[in-house]
């Protein structure tokens, strides 16, 4: 627990961009890391145990599925509302509501005994998540100074990336001595112990006094809702089966963009689309994070498949990435504070195609070491671009808009995850999964693309951009 002398009125310790002072700003990266771990955990851990659950609740493998896309879908639909109501209402409420309802959600995981309930339970936690996936770049921003706020990013990624490294060994582990309930119960203590932290040592940030846009958040979670369903559907059954939700996702998204571009402040960040170092660096996430879930999708079932791995060899094999990304992330989120994001994220997607490319070379006959450099590469690349890049995106918005930025940063890598997924099952729809090595090769195209827009940056921002100051009605006094 923190120390008492940590005072949670609203007129004390106010957030700046100057960030809190220590030891206050260790409890609340502890704070944001642990519902981080928490939310990044049991997206890994659900996949792992997709089999176990579905054969205990007598579901069928496809529907089962839905234990795992409920989850994501809720989070996708949610990030940008959410953000916004941080805005309005306060990072810290919105956060700590995220987490107490991704607390409920996996309480009422674990207490699901049919498909259904477990789906409306994942649902919730789904919820939960985007409340804490959203605001959680806002949070790192008044929670460390400026002139260190590469480093908090940094230290961020390396959490999410050591997180999702071990989320297969920690599903594994439980499995191997509990029941698949004990995947979510292990959530409710440590949910309560975060939000004890939170209450007590998350910046306080005063929200605006702007109305909160409930049709906007309709139209936009019907638009990424139906989009990406459609899009999947469109993947796995073809034009037919996806073609009537596709149709009504694009009329959302027309409508949301025909009514958000009017507003001051909308919930779709179209006013921070404008300005060119964000807008660019939004554009090499998606392309950057496209290219690394092809990777994901198509490499398990080519080490599978074709190279005769085991699945627990797979998941040895598919470690190095995540844990090279947790090396480099820190190292570059340093580095971020005092040289430009162009440089650092075009330098690391230019690794990152290079080790793209090695991957597409392999061979049936290939040794797990030949895999475990290239892996590496990969993950060293990606984790070199990663920090600078989200760096750049946070301190390109004004402080009050912190929230849209951070729910924008996690919309792009969904939507980047989103799009490889959907491109790589196209592959193995039309050649099998023995076009991993074309995927490959795609997506180190793709990184070489993402390098080449994050060089571009280079004519925006000479040299780390100083935190725009915001009016003093933003921030508690």
């Known amino acids: 627990m923190p ?37 990044v955990l049991d997206g890994a851990i659900a996949n792992v145990a997709l089999p176990t659950i579905a054969r205990e609740l007598h579901a069928l493998p496809a529907a089962s599925i839905w234990i795992v896309n409920a989850y994501q879908l809720a989070i996708t639909v949610t990030l940008l509302p959410l953000a916004a109501l941080g805005d309005r209402l306060g990072y810290r409420r919105v956060y700590i509501a995220g987490l107490a309802v991704f607390t409920l959600g996996s309480l009422g995981c674990a207490l699901s005994h049919s498909l259904t309930a477990l789906t409306a339970a994942r649902v919730l936690q789904g919820l939960g998540a985007g409340g804490i996936m959203s605001i959680n770049a806002a949070l790192v921003r008044f ?25 297969p060994t920690v ?19 440590i949910g309560v112990v975060a939000i004890a932290i939170a209450a007590r040592a998350l910046p ?14 309709v139209l936009n979670a019907a638009a990424f809702g139906f989009l990406i369903t459609g899009a999947e559907s469109l993947a796995r059954a073809g034009l037919a089966a996806g073609l009537i939700q596709l149709a009504i996702g694009v009329a959302a998204g027309a409508a949301l963009a025909w009514r958000e571009l009017r507003q001051e402040a909308p919930l779709v960040p179209f006013d921070l689309l404008k300005i060119p170092i964000f807008g660019l660096s939004i554009a090499t996430s ?12 198509a490499l398990p079932f080519y080490f599978q498949t074709v190279m005769g791995r085991s699945a627990v060899m797979t998941g040895f ?19 971020a504070d005092r040289h430009r994001a162009g440089a650092l994220g075009g330098a690391g997607l230019a690794v990152f195609a290079v080790g793209l490319f090695l991957l597409s ?13 290239r892996m590496a590469i990969c993950g060293l690349g990606f984790g070199f671009f990663q920090s600078p890049n989200n760096r750049a995106m946070v301190t390109a918005a004004p402080m009050h808009r912190s929230g849209a930025a951070g729910g924008a940063l996690a919309t792009a890598r969904l939507l980047g995850q989103t799009a490889g997924a959907l491109t790589t099952a196209v592959f193995f729809h039309l050649a099998g999964t023995r076009a991993a090595p074309e995927v490959m090769v795609t997506a ?9 827009v994050s060089l571009s940056r280079l004519r925006l921002a000479p040299r780390p951009r100083p935190e725009p100051l915001d009016r003093p009605e933003r921030t508690s006094a």
Not at 286 to 297: D, G, L
């Open 361 to 373: 070379m392999l061979g049936p006959s290939s040794s797990g070491l030949d895999i475990a450099w």
């Open 143 to 167: 929670t460390y100074p400026k002139k260190f706020l590469g480093r908090g990013i940094g230290l961020n990624a390396l959490v999410i990336s050591i997180s999702a490294a071990i989320g």
């Open 3 to 39: 120390p008492a002398d940590i005072d949670t009125d609203a007129h004390a310790a106010a957030a700046t961009p100057d960030g809190l002072p220590i030891p206050r700003r260790y409890w609340s990266m502890a704070a944001i890391w642990l519902a981080m771990a928490m939310s």
């Open 204 to 217: 306080q940030t005063a929200g605006s006094k702007r109305r909160f846009d409930l049709v906007s958040a």
């Open 286 to 297: 998606i392309v950057s994070f496209a290219a690394q879930m092809m990777t994901f999708v």
């Open 444 to 452: 180190s195209g793709l990184a070489i693309l993402a390098a080449l």
């Open 171 to 189: 599903a594994s582990a439980i499995l191997s001595v509990a029941s698949w309930e004990w995947l979510f119960a292990v959530n409710v203590p």
């Open 317 to 335: 094999l598919m470690t190095p990435w995540p844990l090279a990304v947790g090396v480099a992330a820190p190292i570059a989120g340093r580095l």
